[in-house]
């Protein structure tokens, strides 16, 4: 008896064992589909947007979900007609284990192949950083903690405008970005704790872009440099020709820039930079008169501000301001346009100037060649009037004591 009541307790217990398991298995089974389901809802709810998910993959030892083959549209509240906007391959969502190890609970994100789309359909500039805040939101609905790491592998970022004639569309490709330390947990006592580092190609040329900031201030903080190198200009003709009426026949571009900001004022400079450029040739034959007076006028233009002893069109234009009320100093930018005209051609590259610490003062714009032959003219106005004031002064105190030494 006392046997057979112990192997019912062992068939108890193990058929206990087997069905929680069972249960174990089936909720694994079954957890996919039932988040893949509820995934989908969700985008085919967002207000003005409409997206789907292939596939959702678990790996609940590592924490983590993949979302496959992913894509969301924007959808027009009249017409319902959707327009791209966001692809991706892959989406890895997984607990950050570098910072769980440090005490916090946080998030990393990967995501392979991601397509942007930003389409110009009637609609103003705004709606582009419009766009972006929301895809950052999409971001957010999908991952439950606070994202510390992201990544971007192999991306693409796309403009197209359906309104121009011709229409333009553009891309930047073989994009590869990383931000890490965003949620600060790690490194906490740095002035700039978190990092991005992004790499794209663009119609031959290369960008590069460096930033270092504290994502959690109130107000925009970071130290920015970027380098754009060597973009063939040829192969963005129809955008020129969109925008600008012109045709390029030749020519390179680049750009480089450094921008720092804290306490809600900003400094920096840009400085474009455009070699061999050619905007009329045999290739404008067929064009019509008004066309070809636009592009003579253009082609002349560059022509006059290139440096004729390198053929390069250059110029460094610095700005320093708040942020609500971004201001350039344009009258230094023309003057750095014609001092490159007939001096030199500026050194492609960044000049490593900006920085937080140049953020609170003006640094003193260095006088170029231009400025030294012709002077300031405000200034020299005030300081000719200070020196007839002197001469003045002096004659009137002759005046007086002669006066003085008669009496």
Request: glycine share 4%; no cysteine; hydrophobic share 40%.
């Given at each position: 008896m006392l046997m057979e009541r112990r192997h019912k307790r062992r068939r108890k217990a193990v058929t206990i064992v087997l069905v929680v398991l069972a249960l174990i298995v089936a909720v694994r089974i079954a957890l996919p589909y039932v988040i893949l389901k509820y995934a989908n809802k969700t985008l085919a709810e967002m207000d003005?947007?409409?997206?789907?998910?292939?596939?959702?993959?678990?790996?609940?030892?590592?924490?983590?979900?993949?979302?496959?083959?992913?894509?969301?549209?924007?959808?027009?509240?009249?017409?319902?007609?959707?327009?791209?906007?966001?692809?991706?391959?892959?989406?890895?969502?997984?607990?950050?284990?570098?910072s769980l190890f440090k005490g916090s609970l946080v998030g990393e994100v990967i995501v392979d192949?991601?397509?942007?789309?930003?389409?110009?359909?009637?609609?103003?500039?705004?709606?582009?950083?419009?766009?972006?805040?929301?895809?950052?939101?999409?971001?957010?609905?999908?991952m439950p903690l606070k994202i510390n790491r992201l990544e971007f592998r192999n991306g693409?970022?796309?403009?197209?405008?359906?309104t121009s004639n011709p229409k333009v569309d553009?891309?930047?490709?073989?994009?590869?970005?990383?931000?890490?330390?965003?949620?600060?947990?790690?490194?906490?006592?740095a002035v700039?704790?978190?990092?991005?580092?992004?790499?794209?190609?663009?119609?031959?040329?290369?960008?590069?872009?460096k930033m270092k900031l504290n994502p959690l201030?109130?107000?925009?903080?970071?130290?920015?440099?970027?380098?754009?190198?060597?973009?063939?200009?040829?192969?963005?003709?129809?955008?020129?020709?969109?925008?600008?009426?012109i045709d390029v026949n030749k020519g390179t571009f680049g750009l480089y820039t450094e921008v720092a900001a804290k306490e809600g004022t900003f400094t920096g400079y840009v400085k474009p930079l455009l070699q061999d450029i050619d905007v009329l040739g045999k290739e404008d034959r067929k064009d019509n008169i008004l066309r070809k007076v636009w592009e003579s006028v253009t082609g002349t233009v560059s022509e006059i501000f290139e440096n004729q002893s390198k053929e390069?069109?250059?110029?460094?234009?610095?700005?320093?301001?708040?942020?609500?009320?971004?201001?350039?100093?344009?009258?230094?930018?023309?003057?750095?346009?014609?001092?490159?005209?007939?001096?030199?051609?500026?050194?492609?590259?960044?000049?490593?100037?900006?920085?937080?610490?140049?953020?609170?003062?003006?640094?003193?714009?260095?006088?170029?060649?231009?400025?030294?032959?012709?002077?300031?003219?405000e200034?020299?106005?005030?300081?000719?009037k200070d020196t007839e004031k002197a001469k003045r002064d002096k004659k009137k105190e002759k005046k007086e004591k002669k006066e003085k030494d008669r009496g």
């Open positions: 003005g947007y409409n997206g789907h998910i292939e596939d959702i993959d678990l790996a609940v030892i590592r924490g983590a979900y993949k979302l496959d083959s992913i894509y969301i549209n924007q959808v027009d509240s009249v017409t319902k007609k959707e327009t791209p906007f966001l692809a991706a391959s892959l989406v890895d969502l997984s607990i950050e284990w570098r192949n991601p397509v942007v789309r930003f389409t110009k359909e009637k609609v103003e500039p705004k709606e582009v950083a419009k766009d972006s805040s929301d895809f950052r939101k999409v971001l957010e609905e999908f693409q970022l796309q403009y197209v405008d359906n553009i891309s930047m490709t073989d994009v590869d970005v990383v931000a890490l330390n965003l949620r600060n947990s790690y490194d906490s006592a700039l704790p978190a990092r991005i580092d992004a790499r794209a190609t663009i119609y031959d040329g290369r960008l590069t872009m201030a109130e107000v925009p903080t970071f130290d920015m440099n970027a380098e754009w190198k060597n973009t063939n200009l040829v192969k963005l003709n129809e955008f020129f020709q969109a925008y600008a009426k390069t069109f250059a110029t460094k234009i610095p700005f320093h301001g708040d942020i609500k009320d971004p201001k350039a100093n344009i009258f230094f930018a023309i003057m750095q346009i014609l001092e490159n005209a007939f001096i030199n051609a500026l050194q492609p590259s960044i000049d490593q100037q900006i920085n937080l610490a140049t953020v609170d003062k003006v640094q003193e714009e260095k006088k170029g060649f231009l400025q030294k032959v012709f002077g300031d003219k200034k020299d106005n005030d300081q000719a």
